[in-house]
């Protein structure tokens, strides 16, 4: 049986998430063509600096790097929210149950959190499914990146 664990990341694993999480937007990219927003541009120094001001997870199966999840904390009077922004597993993986297993490690991780939030594409029925299977709703924030594109909000409460 392989084993998913998560491993945080240091400034040395800039390059690596940058590879994996390139590898695992691109699908999307190609869809969607989201120059400005997709996480398949962003640069090494981008995820450097993405390390530095969050909590970026290395996810693993077994030895090998197949994905990241980046967790960041907004307290606003008392009430913690953490925001997911990006989870991803690359494709050679997806539909192995690796980011299920890796985002119920990473709500026990975070066990202070009130409430959970994270935006994905609307028009991405798999992703919406995903994030709804794991508690997850719809909040109706949208915001319209192109004609065939909108990113839309979610949050789980605790």
């Known amino acids: ?3 998913i664990k998560l491993i945080k990341a240091a400034l040395e694993d800039a390059a690596l998430l940058h590879k994996l999480q390139r590898e695992a937007f691109m699908p999307l990219y190609e869809r ?3 120059d400005e927003t997709s996480p398949a ?3 090494v120094e981008r995820i450097f600096v993405k390390i530095t001001e969050s909590d970026f997870w290395l996810i693993y199966l077994d030895d090998e790097p197949v994905g990241g999840i980046r967790v960041r904390l907004f307290e606003n009077n008392g009430i913690n929210t953490r925001n997911i ?3 991803f597993v690359i494709p050679s993986h997806w539909d192995e149950g690796i980011g299920t297993e890796a ?3 990473i709500f026990g991780k975070y066990s ?3 409430k959970w939030s994270l935006a994905t594409i609307e028009q991405d029925d798999r992703n919406c499914h995903f994030y709804e299977k794991l ?3 719809r909040t109706g924030s949208r915001t319209v990146i192109n004609d065939d ?3 839309i909000g979610f949050e789980r409460t605790c």
């Open 103 to 105: 985002l119920t490690k």
């Open 32 to 34: 969607y063509h989201d």
């Open 149 to 151: 594109m909108t990113i």
């Open 112 to 114: 202070d959190t009130d």
């Open 1 to 3: 049986m392989k084993k």
């Open 85 to 87: 922004s990006p989870m």
């Open 41 to 43: 541009m962003e640069t």
């Open 135 to 137: 508690g997850f709703v």
